[in-house]
């Protein structure tokens, strides 16, 4: 059997001080143990040395107390057993202590069977009292139906003889959705959507709708090329995808477009890796090149030709997001090591990494071409500056993950939203936020402002943020006065994603529910619908205002027309 000589060992533990930052510590052992005669080439000595060492003896005492063991149930047998009773005992006394406490569990687990047992019989009372409950109900609505037909048959017959568009402007008033604006700052009425009628008016028929197959799992990022007609797809499945969408009617041109389709490979050979999920993706201003963010914490810089231009390789986890500046030369990335990275994309390295949360970086996103605001599940967001070591602004004011930071068109105002149930304001001006907006009920999962206001290609319309919740809501916010404008309840699910159109008059929702909703800010209600086979993770618009995108659980991306 291999052994370790003493000067081995007192070069690992001097290694082990140094490391460990006990400095002091370290040069008394190496003055004292003679380190620097030693023969041995510290270059060749890895980082953790000594612990590596320790664990591998805990695992080697493991196995020889298991491994003796006559019961064949070796993985189990582990879990039994803590590094201090590797320690403390011999490898006899370590049998006997499996056994003990394998009896103890085989005890517990009889336990939670007959517990389980009495627990199922519950249950199925339970089931069984609801099953009947909702047959009564149901005869009971089959007996209100019956009824309501015959009073509405009487009703014809004794209205036949009125007028025609009487008729017609009395059933669009009863469809169209009942919103009031705030008053005085009261708080807002939510919309009164009864999901039923509305769907049904406004469904998007399938002549409308092109599905895009060809991931193999599920679909959470999609992307317009704000130039072409270029539509990109990050999926689980260790792929993304750019398809060329025909202008005009999507059905069109499916099939070729299903043909031309570019498959993006983040890892050679074997495919559904689950560390190389596309986690993100984000077009350059240009629409020449599309960058893609991974579960193994490469970014990647493809060109629109499905040619692999970079790849980008120094953060230490999942990357979460991942955007452009506006002038197109950096990358910005966020990633799960805590950090976030600007990158010259030119020169194909690391311009600065910001190293200040205390937890994984959650979002980041470019106020201009040198700044841009990081957030994390610490709480807390920073506003960093290229060629800054500290951040320029701190904001703190969240009491929970910072899901999603967007700057408004204008990069004066911060949206935040967050775990803690509240979006919030923030200016570059003060410390504090200037609105905490809390009306949702549970989790906030994104956020997203208006093209319009000030600044914009719409700017006599009024600026506003939308936010989506895992409370199955959506609501529009007035950012001036910090108030409630509209909630739009017509989801059932949680809403990940919202988009506006170009122009600001319409907002699309996607949620767990399978469906997505386009809104009319102006009319305050639901003019399309449409349902898919899976959740839907993002939704988009293409820089027309012509097409939406939403990609979905069941691995399809589905491209639906859209006209007023």
């Known amino acids: 059997m291999t052994s370790i000589t003493s000067v081995e060992l007192n070069f ?21 143990a003679g380190i620097n005669k030693c023969t041995i080439d510290g270059n060749l000595i890895p980082p953790g040395a000594l612990i590596t060492f320790v664990q591998k003896g805990l695992q080697y005492l493991e196995m020889e107390a298991n491994l003796s063991n006559s019961d064949a149930e070796v993985d189990e047998d582990f879990s039994l057993l803590q590094p201090l009773d590797l320690i403390q005992n011999d490898v006899n006394q370590l049998r006997q202590l499996i056994k003990d406490r394998k009896k103890n569990l085989q005890k517990d ?3 939670d069977k007959e517990l389980e047992k009495e627990h199922e019989g519950e249950r199925t009372r339970v089931r069984e009292k609801e099953r009947l409950e909702r047959e009564k109900e149901f005869e009971k609505s089959r007996e209100r139906v019956e009824k309501n037909k015959e009073v509405e048959k009487n009703k014809e017959q004794e209205k036949h003889h009125e007028d025609h568009n009487d008729r017609d402007r009395a ?20 919309m009164d959507i009864s999901t039923a009628s509305t769907s049904q008016a406004c469904e ?15 679909v959470c990022a999609c992307a317009w090329s704000p130039t072409g007609s270029l539509l990109a797809s990050g999926s689980g499945d260790s792929t993304a995808r750019i398809w060329p969408i025909p202008d005009g009617s999507s059905r069109s041109g499916l099939q070729n477009g299903a043909l031309n389709v570019l498959v993006l490979k983040h890892v050679k050979g074997r495919t559904n890796e689950k560390s190389k999920d596309v986690t993100t993706l984000d077009w350059n201003g240009e629409g020449t090149l599309l960058a893609t963010g991974s579960y193994d914490g490469q ?24 955007k452009w500046n506006k002038k197109g030369d950096y990358l910005l990335t966020g990633s799960c090591d805590k950090t976030a990275i600007v990158w010259d994309v030119k020169a194909e390295e690391v311009k600065q990494q910001f190293e200040f949360h205390s937890g994984p970086t959650l979002d980041v996103d470019w106020r201009n071409n040198m700044q841009f605001a990081m957030s994390s599940t610490d709480n807390m967001i920073y506003v960093c500056k290229i060629g800054e070591n500290r951040p320029i602004k701190t904001f703190a004011g969240h009491q929970g993950e910072v899901n999603c930071v967007k700057w408004d068109p204008t990069g004066t105002l911060l949206a935040s939203c967050s775990d803690d149930i509240s979006a919030k304001i923030w200016s ?16 906030i999962y994104t956020i997203r402002w208006s093209p319009t206001g000030p600044g914009t290609n719409n700017p006599n319309q009024q600026l506003v943020l939308a936010s989506a919740s895992f409370d199955s809501t959506v609501k529009l916010w007035d950012v001036e006065l910090g108030k409630l404008l509209y909630s739009l309840n017509g989801h059932r699910d949680p809403v990940y994603s919202v988009a ?13 529910d399978k469906s997505m909703h386009i809104w009319s800010l102006k009319e305050g209600k639901i003019v399309k619908t449409y349902t898919g086979n899976g959740g839907i993770f993002e939704v988009c618009w ?23």
Not at 303 to 322: A, M, Q, V, W, Y
Not at 544 to 564: H, P, Y
């Open 204 to 218: 998007i028929p399938s002549s409308d709708v092109t599905i895009l197959e060809g991931h193999t799992s599920e």
């Open 171 to 190: 059933t669009e008033q009863e469809e169209k959705v009942n919103v009031k604006h705030e008053e005085n700052g009261a708080s807002a009425e939510p």
């Open 428 to 443: 570059m001006k003060q410390e504090k936020y200037v609105h905490d907006l809390r009306e949702h009920s549970k989790e």
């Open 542 to 564: 293409n820089k027309e205002g012509d097409k939406i995108a939403a990609c979905f659980a069941n691995n399809t991306v589905c491209v639906l027309d859209f006209r007023m």
């Open 299 to 322: 970014a990647r810089i493809w060109s629109t030709n499905g040619e692999l231009r970079s790849t980008l390789n120094k953060h230490k986890g999942p990357i979460f997001s991942l």
């Open 109 to 111: 687990r009889d336990k």
């Open 500 to 512: 506006f159109s170009p122009n600001g008059e319409y907002l699309a929702s996607g949620s767990l």
């Open 12 to 32: 690992l533990v001097f290694r082990y001080l140094q490391e460990s930052g006990f400095t002091h510590s370290a040069f008394a052992l190496g003055y004292e």
